[in-house]
């Protein structure tokens, strides 16, 4: 099982990122997804996740109405679209499996929002 992680970077105040997350070792159509975020010194919370077939999406409701999460079966890969970002959403972002207990994690991309 193995997660790849991309698409963060430095952004400011109210810009918008787009994050993947590349699958594999695992049926990915069969599963959930989930991302998680982690602000140094903090504690890894949970963002986002989605239903195996896409068509449930559940949200933190500190990005609720910002953030929306999807998936693509046939390309093994769950994306998080992030608009109006806030400083506070600086954080390494990860994904893994819903519903896995102690699954594996990726090494994460980076979200820096600052001006």
């Known amino acids: 099982v193995q997660f790849v992680e991309s698409g963060g970077g430095l952004v400011q105040p109210g810009g918008s990122l787009r994050l993947s997350c590349a699958a594999s070792g695992f049926p990915f159509s069969s599963y959930g997804m989930n991302w998680y975020r982690q602000a140094p010194g903090k504690e890894r919370e949970f963002v986002a996740a989605i239903s195996w077939d896409g068509d449930n999406t559940y949200y933190a409701d500190s990005v609720k109405g910002r953030f929306i999460i999807s998936k693509d079966n046939a390309k093994s890969t769950v994306y998080l679209q992030m608009n109006r970002l806030k400083p506070e959403d600086t954080a390494v972002y990860y994904c893994?499996?819903?519903?896995?207990?102690?699954?594996?994690w990726g090494q994460g991309t980076q979200v820096i929002v600052s001006s």
């Open positions: 893994n499996r819903a519903s896995v207990s102690g699954d594996y």
